[in-house]
């Protein structure tokens, strides 16, 4: 009763103090969140859309439109809505068709739901117009009672009046936090700090006061994460929590990339390779990349491009790969840190997980018995709560699961035949655009056709998104997992493999096969006999796989970030309007002045998880860390869009989504597990990528065992073998050749014997020495990267030093609050009792205590020894002895588990 | 009060029930384990020595021997032993010589000490009789109200009355698992059956009944682990438990051991390298072993070790090495739900761990105080819960660090020496017994040198193994660790640490140097200028390492199990007599049929942790896993070691060793990781032991790119190199020759160019090939297993689900239960106070409760939707909306945290 008098005055008007605080609070939108009696506050809104016909006769309740009230309203508060009956409910029946079997079902199920929340003790107020038909808003709040209740079942854990003060750091570390601090200011979000957490006047004053903050002017400073997380619950703070530690840990990422780039770029003169690729006097005559059409070709041509790769493939490229293995380490291990610091101050640190039985398995529990018994049967059998002990039996999942995995196969054979028929599109169009006879088509084959097919690449990788988004949800579906975890699990699951696949096919195809089944001058691999597969540009395959990169990163980011996230939505609610509009085209006009909150809430699009925002992040993380050694720039694409993607994405969740329901969660669940997995991934898929893609191999192996002077002098000569013109297959011979009058041998990129040797054309010795070093690099490469990884994982601690300082003290301090109040509490209660139970009954109390308690007489050493105010001399030293069971007995038996202890406490 | 009289009827006489199972405990041991009244348990023995001057005048408080009580004893109970005072005290003061001011300072910190034990309710009995000087006896007893206040603490869980029934499986399942406990019926220890865990008779039983099994009888039989836990705790508990998972798991291990020993050895005659070593007709004459003493040899005498070496070295030994990686990662997994079982039935699910300061910790904090301030403050200055405050700075630290640090090294360094002066030895005496005339003594060379060198190896291993068990204790108390946990985690890294590296490193050395660095004909390496480097026998240096790890492994096994862990006790023991009749020759014989079981139990060994036996097995465990693949029948020596092992492990701790203090536990801590870590870098040693120790891929290359027919013919040819006699360096060349005469090329097991080519003796193509392949080989392997032991551990769900469920299960009763007895509570006070209370107090009460629980709010989804009661139609689609802030407000507010649920409740 009392409880309603104090939220009527929010509903109704406020007293000083809050008052003050709720000024800029308009009257009339605080009016909207409460019931009509102006006093209740309204926490939850169902929805539901009927039809004009529906109809109540005939069915075995009665159906009521009313106002549910069981608080008594005091006097003193405008009620300028309050229309419907005060204490007696209005009833109202509507009767203006014939009965629809199913909407008639439907009501019942309503109504029985509703019936169900009444009991439960919610109080629930239906709308009071009846239009004929349109959306029907049933607004819930909860009770006092009820909050308490359902707090003590999810173990809610609530500060207690005892207070502690945290020690404060003394000496040059307080001083550095001081300074810390200071620099931050700027950076912190004007909210209430942190500190505040706890007092009272704090919750007032953070509800109503942001408004100075907005898009642009708040985009470089931390976020207020206790704040999300009061508003949107755990699982939501956790993932803007987990993306501002992702961005925040890219800036150092970032800064790191840029100086590999710029020593790349300071160093691309006095490179000696780029230098003798781009010295016109070292006259490398090539063979031609293309049959017939293409001409020989001198090597200083391709000059641009061996520059340009030195950018990147480079010896600090090699740093790179493992400072950002290591920094994938790190991340994950800070991010366990910042968890369990929030799981600390969220008060999570107890929480068990509660199982939730999915929709699916309901349903599917639903089917599979309307399939073997009675169809007729009632909807109230198939309750998870009756049906607990039955289970989906194989035969039933068999389906599911077969369809899953030839569908997963299939998905992936569709992934693999666009990335095949972009190669196809790439062979085909160059080789026509060579056989053109513009000599300007000619010398843009390369540019135009990497560059259409990247983006043919980017359009395929988009549309597949999508596709396989919904394909994961379905398969998911149809496995039928049993809870609504589980179902989560499995669905990030499927749609991380069918995404990242997807997203990463093609950018694996140029790092580890492009250019390595193209055969040999002479010896050429073909597809449908006419076209020779592709080979890498003269500058390696780095330079290549750098542009496929970040084309693909950025077109993703650019693409996704502002047409999928931003106009799909809009387009999409515009779809919804519409389309309600087509419904009901007279209701939507009508006053629309006094169109409520969840009117309005109403025509804002639903939440659909948080998994889209996870997945577009992890796929970035991929971009970030699998293929860094070819693109040390990605850490600051990453960083740059996540800066605005924050902003984009609190802005959706506050203005443009429903208010998701609050979901207490400890972590960030499955999300882990695939970080932890990529950053791993990442450590192989780097070696691969410095040792196969990049010549950084062959250029060591080329200066320690075959330089004469020990230098790379030499080393394009070193990489280049010999071909014997007159080797050439019929046909293949360039047609029209301004170079290739008086050559008898051209070069071609590979390691194999000269065609003067014993065995021309066979692999060289190099070859197999390189293949060696290369194969020796990625065996040291990974296994000193994953030592390091473990290394730092083991070095920072899970548990911040403050956090486990502070759990301690909390845990001691809690240990004497309820001591103390147990101590009275009993001293109350035996005082009130002793008279009126029996000697006997108190007996018998205790004895059955006493059993089950005999296990702690084995602790009693914790007892003598470690309690603080009993063990004062330690310093002094005391032999210990427990008692055994005697020696007789120990002799006559193996195990004499002669527990005089256990026994003892029997008798 | 009424506790003790129950008691009292188990130190005293029995009652009907409880004296039937109790019928074959003697009497008079039943009477040893009780105070002198007869009535109150010795639960707890503390011993001190004192010395005959011992004296108290002087000192602040009086010394007092006496026996305190603070119950009252009823009548009928024989009190035969009850000298001492009833209610008053006995009071004795002994005064025989001056004062001697050390022990006075100790007689105060004993009576300090005691004094806080009678102040936490503790009884305590003292030795009636005063001997001039020997070992005191102090008794302890610990009352229900005190256990009952420690349970609380310790958050131990008990029974409570209400009970479930457990599901019971149907069908198939069913039928396989009665059939499982038939089969298993044999196996089972006759202990009473773990479902009657919660009965009350049980307690009764198992004391005193396990009189039929004794050492050999059982050693076939499941350990009653849950009897053990009781007598020893947790912590032993688990370590047993932990022990029988291991041997359990072994047994596959070692079947699919002796099937691959067994292909070896049934496929050698079939062994085409093996046939042509061992083909008098290939004749391949051999460079010299040694310098001039040598002859030249032909391959054929090399065909017995070439035989033997493939009973290890076939590709069976692949497959084994697969195998036991994802037989350790089956392992980990297994003890994981294991001890997740144990938690659950032991009741420590929820239990939290608590940190102990070290002792060490605790010195060190008293020392560096003492050292700054006044030297003369008392000791109760240094005590924990004064000094919380307190830490150690690094320069307290640093000295123990640094001291730490190059002592490791210097250990390192021990170890290696160790190694390398037996590899000198070997190459000395080797070299000494070819010069040596007698031919038998020459032929006799390999065998007695191996067998030699690898005893000196095992001794010096032996004998390091306690020498760095020493340090490692040593180094870690320089280190100051600040809780028991830390400390006892940092002796058993630094101790694993050392112990492993010194039992491993003749074995890495004979595994990955040994003949790698021999150089080649014409061109060998020698050390002191004299000795050539040694090489592997010609059968490869797999068979060395087969016989290096089975001597090593076995003696150590045979060595520490019978010598060290039987005998040396026993010597202590006998020293311990031996010392302390010399100190007290005449008390020691005095009255022997009355010593007390507390005399008998201090004449045992003190329990010294569990360290050096999880040492053991770990060790054991690395040989199991790391060098599988040279010694398949390593499991099989194991399984018959632990068989064995844990028979005598629970015969020591039952009957050798004073009965440990209970200590709880939820895991094995450290070890785990260690396991888990062992488990790794098995994986990456396995890979280079079979691609580099090994012949398998030589073998593989020869067969897929050289052999012209497919098949291994040819192969032994195709190893050997050709040397050029006439390039022997001078004085190298045999002095006495049969063989040598006619020979121009002699030949040598490398890949290397021969003497007629461009580059001779330079490494040929083959040996890149081989090289790249081996490499290759690492990589597939490590990166295969690594990925399916991941598999595996992420198939195997952590929680056994018949768990998990009855978790859940039990969750819910609980709530049930509480929220019941919750209600009967509130309402029976309510009803009492509601008189009392005004009604301003009430509201209050209200209010501040109110604000706490304005998180719960959020989750009224829960509420509405998942309860079962509630949601009885799932099957119908309600859409649903959370109410959120007004429009306008959210457009003022970038982040408009207007959450009116929050605010509603601090109203």
């Known amino acids: 009763m009392r409880s309603v008098v104090r939220e009527a005055k929010l509903c109704g008007k406020m007293d000083g103090g809050v008052a003050n605080n709720m000024m800029d609070m308009d009257q009339d939108s605080r009016k909207r969140l409460c019931f009509a009696d102006g006093r209740r506050k309204v926490d939850y809104v169902l929805v539901y859309h009927y039809r004009k016909r529906s109809s109540v006769r005939g069915s075995p309740s009665q159906h009521r439109l009313s106002i549910i009230s069981n608080g008594s309203y005091p006097l003193g508060v405008e009620e300028k809505d309050?229309?419907?009956?005060?204490?007696?409910?209005?009833?109202?029946?509507?009767d203006v068709g014939p009965p629809d079997p199913a909407d008639g079902e439907k009501i019942m199920i309503r109504e029985e739901f509703e019936g169900n929340l009444k009991d439960a003790g919610l109080e629930i107020e239906h709308d009071k117009e009846n239009k004929a038909h349109g959306h029907a808003f049933i607004r819930l709040h909860a009770p006092w009672q009820v909050l308490s209740r359902e707090a003590e079942f999810l173990k809610i854990k609530v500060p207690t009046k005892k207070s502690y003060e945290l020690r404060e750091e003394k000496g040059l570390a307080a001083t550095m936090n001081e300074v810390w601090r200071k620099l931050n200011q700027p950076f912190q979000p004007k909210v209430p700090h942190q500190e505040q957490e706890h007092s009272r006047t704090k919750f007032l004053s953070h509800c109503f006061s942001r408004d100075k903050l907005h898009l642009y002017g708040a985009f470089y400073k931390y976020q207020p994460v206790d704040l999300i997380r009061k508003y949107f619950g755990e699982k939501i703070g956790l993932y803007f929590a987990w993306l501002g530690v992702y961005t925040q840990l890219l800036i150092p990422a970032s800064v790191v990339g840029i100086i590999v780039f710029f020593y790349g770029w300071a160093t691309v003169e006095t490179n000696i390779p780029s230098q003798e690729m781009c010295d016109e006097d070292q006259n490398f005559t090539m063979c031609p990349l293309c049959d017939r059409a293409c001409d020989y070709w001198h090597l200083s041509t391709a000059c641009g491009t061996a520059r340009a790769s030195h950018l990147f493939d480079n010896p600090a490229t090699v740093f790179f790969a493992i400072f950002m293995s290591l920094w994938a380490a790190m991340f994950l291990e800070h991010w366990k840190r910042r968890q369990i610091s929030l799981n600390y101050s969220w008060d999570l640190t107890g929480m068990e997980e509660e199982e939730v039985h999915s929709h699916t398995y309901i349903v599917a529990l639903c089917y599979s018995m309307l399939t073997t018994e009675d169809k007729k049967i009632t909807l109230n059998v198939f309750l998870p709560s009756q049906t607990g002990h039955e289970k989906l039996t194989w035969r039933d999942r068999l389906p599911g699961y077969l369809i899953n995995i030839s569908s997963i196969l299939f998905m992936f054979g569709v992934t693999c035949s666009a990335v095949f028929s972009v190669i196809i599109y790439r062979i085909t169009i160059s080789a026509l655009m060579a056989m053109s006879p513009d000599p300007e088509v000619k010398s843009n084959v390369r540019v135009?056709?990497?560059?259409?097919?990247?983006?043919?690449?980017?359009?395929?990788?988009?549309i597949l998104d999508e596709i396989y988004g919904m394909v994961a949800a379905w398969l998911t579906e149809l496995e039928i997992p049993k809870t609504e975890t589980n179902f989560e699990e499995r669905l990030i699951l499927k749609a991380f493999l069918l995404k990242f696949m997807n997203a990463y096919a093609p950018i694996f195809y140029v790092a580890f096969f492009k250019g390595r089944f193209a055969g040999r001058p002479g010896d050429y691999v073909y597809v449908f006999n006419d076209y020779r597969m592709e080979e890498c540009a003269p500058g390696g395959c780095l330079i290549e796989l750098c542009i496929q990169l970040s084309i693909i990163m950025l077109g993703k980011q650019l693409i996704q970030n502002n047409i999928f996230e931003i106009g799909i939505p809009k387009l999409k609610k515009l779809c919804r309007t519409l389309k309600d509009k087509e419904r009901a085209p007279k209701e939507i006009v009508e006053q629309p002045g006094r169109r409520q909150q969840w009117h309005l809430d109403y025509d804002l699009e639903p939440f659909d998880g948080l998994t889209p925002e996870y997945m577009e992040m992890i796929i970035q993380f991929g971009f970030v860390s699998l293929f860094v050694a070819s693109f040390p720039l990605a850490p600051l694409f990453a960083l740059l869009n996540n800066v605005i993607e924050i902003r984009l994405d609190a802005k959706k969740f506050v203005t443009e989504l429903r208010r998701p329901d609050a979901i207490r969660a400890k972590d960030i669940g499955i999300w882990y597990n695939i970080l932890s997995g990529l950053g791993k991934f990442s450590v192989i898929i780097n070696a691969f990528v410095i040792s196969f893609t990049s010549d950084f191999i062959p250029r060591l192996v080329y200066q320690y065992m075959y330089s004469e002077?020990?230098?790379?002098?030499?080393?394009?000569?070193?990489?280049?073998?010999?071909?014997?013109?007159?080797?050439?297959?019929?046909?293949?011979v360039p047609s029209i050749t301004s170079l290739g009058k008086d050559i008898t041998f051209c070069r071609y990129k590979d390691y194999r014997e000269p065609p003067w040797s014993t065995e021309p054309y066979q692999f060289s010795k190099q070859y197999w020495s390189v293949l060696a070093a290369r194969l020796g690099f990625v065996i040291l490469f990974q296994n000193l990267v994953i030592t390091m990884s473990m290394l730092v994982a083991?070095?920072?601690?899970?548990?911040?030093?403050?956090?486990?300082?502070?759990?301690?003290?909390?845990?001691?301090?809690?240990?004497?609050?309820?001591?103390?109040?147990?101590?009275?509490?009993?001293?109350?209660?035996?005082?009130?009792?002793?008279?009126?139970?029996?000697?006997?009954?108190?007996?018998?109390?205790?004895?059955s205590d006493q059993t089950s308690l005999s296990v702690s007489h084995t602790y009693l050493?914790?007892?003598?020894?470690?309690?603080?105010?009993?063990?004062?001399?330690?310093?002094?030293?005391?032999?210990?002895?427990?008692?055994?069971?005697?020696?007789?007995?120990?002799?006559?038996?193996?195990?004499?588990?002669?527990?005089?202890?256990?026994?003892?406490?029997?008798?």
Chains 1, 2 share one sequence.
């Open 82 to 94: 309050q229309e419907g009956g005060k204490d007696e409910p209005a009833e109202v029946v509507v």
């Open 448 to 462: 135009t056709v990497t560059a259409t097919a990247v983006i043919i690449n980017l359009v395929v990788i988009l």
């Open 709 to 732: 002077t020990g230098t790379m002098h030499g080393f394009i000569n070193h990489t280049l073998s010999y071909f014997n013109v007159s080797n050439f297959k019929p046909g293949t």
């Open 794 to 847: 083991w070095v920072i601690p899970d548990v911040p030093k403050n956090i486990s300082e502070q759990l301690k003290k909390e845990k001691t301090l809690l240990v004497d609050v309820f001591l103390n109040e147990e101590k009275e509490k009993l001293q109350l209660i035996q005082s009130l009792f002793s008279r009126d139970l029996t000697q006997e009954q108190q007996e018998e109390l205790k004895v």
């Open 861 to 907: 050493k914790r007892l003598v020894l470690t309690r603080p105010h009993i063990s004062t001399s330690l310093c002094g030293k005391i032999c210990i002895t427990l008692p055994k069971c005697s020696h007789k007995e120990r002799r006559r038996n193996f195990y004499s588990h002669c527990s005089i202890v256990d026994a003892a406490a029997m008798s």
